[in-house]
C-alpha cells in the first residue's frame, strides 16, 4: 500500500489540428501506462454516446442544423455531463487522457462569425481544470500530406485556420507545444516522457477550476 490516501490521477488534455495525430497518441499513452500499471482512462469530447452526444453527431454528420449558439451550448454541456464521472476517477487516482476539451469548445466556436472568444469561454468556465495540456503541433501543409478532411462539419481548410489562432489565444502556463511533424513512434516516446513525470507531481494538489 504505496500509495497515499490524498494522491488523486492526473487531467491530461489532448487539443491540435485535424491529422496531428490526437486520437493515435491517445491510444498509445493509454497503453503506456496500462503497461506501467498506472491507473488510466480515456475520454473523448464529444462523446457521442450520451443523449446530448447523439445530437453533436447528427449536427456534426450534417444530418441535422442546430442554431450556432444552441450547439454551442450542447458541446459544453456534453462537458459537464461528465464531470461528476471524472472527478471521481481522479480522486480515486486515475489519470485521465482527454482527447479534445473546452479548448476545442471555444476555437471552433469562436472561428464563426460573430463569435467572441469571452462568449464563448462563460459555460465552460469551472470544469476540472487541465494539469497538462499537450497541443499538437502540426503546419498546414504537413497536416495536408497526411491525408484529406472528411465530410463532417467543420472540415475545411479556411474555417481551421481559424480554429488554429483562436488555439493560439487559449495557451496558458500548464500547455505544451509539441512539434507533430516526426514519426509516430518518437512523438509517442517525446509524449510518454512528459506524461511520466507530470504525474507525479500532481499527486496532492487539489484540482483547479478552469477559468475562473
Ligand atoms: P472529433 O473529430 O475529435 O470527433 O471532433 N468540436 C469539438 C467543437 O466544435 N466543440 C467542442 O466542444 C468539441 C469538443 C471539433 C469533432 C469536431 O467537433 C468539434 C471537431
Ligand atoms: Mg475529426
Known amino acids: 500500500f504505496s500509495r497515499r490516501m490524498m494522491d488523486r490521477g492526473a487531467l491530461i488534455v489532448f487539443e491540435g489540428c485535424d491529422h496531428s495525430g490526437k486520437t493515435t497518441q491517445c491510444k498509445r499513452l493509454v497503453e503506456l501506462l ?4 498506472i491507473p488510466v482512462q480515456q475520454f473523448r469530447f464529444p462523446d457521442r454516446t450520451t443523449a446530448i452526444g447523439q445530437m ?3 449536427y456534426l454528420s450534417n444530418k441535422q442544423d442546430i442554431e450556432d449558439h444552441a450547439v454551442h451550448l450542447l458541446f459544453s454541456a456534453n462537458r459537464w455531463e461528465l464531470v461528476p464521472k471524472m472527478k471521481v476517477l481522479l480522486e480515486a487516482g486515475t489519470t485521465l487522457i482527454v482527447d479534445r476539451y ?8 469562436a472561428a464563426k462569425e460573430g463569435f467572441s472568444i469571452d462568449w464563448c469561454k462563460q459555460p465552460d468556465c469551472g470544469l476540472p481544470r487541465p494539469d497538462l495540456v499537450l497541443y499538437l503541433n502540426l503546419r498546414p501543409d504537413a497536416a495536408a500530406k497526411r491525408g484529406n478532411f472528411g465530410n463532417e462539419r467543420y472540415e475545411q481548410t479556411d474555417f ?12 496558458e502556463s500548464y500547455w505544451k507545444e509539441i ?4 514519426t509516430e513512434d518518437d512523438l509517442a516516446a517525446e509524449l510518454g516522457e512528459i506524461v511520466l513525470n507530470c504525474i507525479p507531481t500532481v499527486r496532492e494538489r487539489p484540482i483547479e477550476k478552469l477559468w475562473c
Open 34 to 37: 496500462e503497461q506501467k500499471r
Open 56 to 58: 453533436i453527431n447528427s
Open 102 to 109: 473546452a479548448y476545442s469548445g471555444v476555437s471552433f466556436t
Open 160 to 171: 481551421q485556420a481559424k480554429v488554429m489562432k483562436n488555439f493560439h489565444l487559449l495557451k
Open 179 to 182: 512539434d507533430a511533424d516526426k
